[in-house]
């Protein structure tokens, strides 16, 4: 099993940056890792994605431009640095790791509890 554990959440104001690290352990980083979100009142939503073997990208559109995911497979780490910031962005961010390269949710078995980031005007 794949254990995840998200950092790096917190409280900034509009037009400011932000960078999550999530830090898998237990079996090897053999997975898709990707983030989630989910605001106040909305349904879970992918943000970004990375393929372990070559590094190839998915990005939410709305997102695509301001926030870049990474990672280093050294340490295990992935990592989503998110700039121009706002407060739409408000969410609890999710990291997850799965066998297949899809914006689907459901097909990621594993997931961090979470850090929040809040985004003030």
């Known amino acids: 099993q794949v254990q995840l554990k998200e950092s790096g959440g917190g409280l900034v104001q509009a037009g400011d940056s932000l960078s999550l690290s999530c830090v898998a352990s237990g079996r090897s980083f053999d997975y898709y890792m990707s983030w989630f979100r989910q605001g106040p009142g909305k349904d879970r939503e992918f943000v970004a994605g990375i393929d372990y073997k070559d590094g190839d990208t998915l990005f939410a559109d709305s997102m695509k431009g301001r926030f870049t995911i990474s990672r280093d497979n050294a340490k295990n780490t992935v990592y989503l640095q998110m700039n121009s910031l706002k407060p739409e962005d408000t969410a609890v961010y999710y990291c997850?790791?799965?066998?297949?390269?899809?914006?689907?949710?459901?097909?990621?078995?594993?997931w961090g509890q979470g850090t929040q980031v809040t985004v003030s005007s």
């Open positions: 997850a790791a799965g066998r297949l390269f899809i914006r689907m949710s459901s097909a990621y078995p594993f």
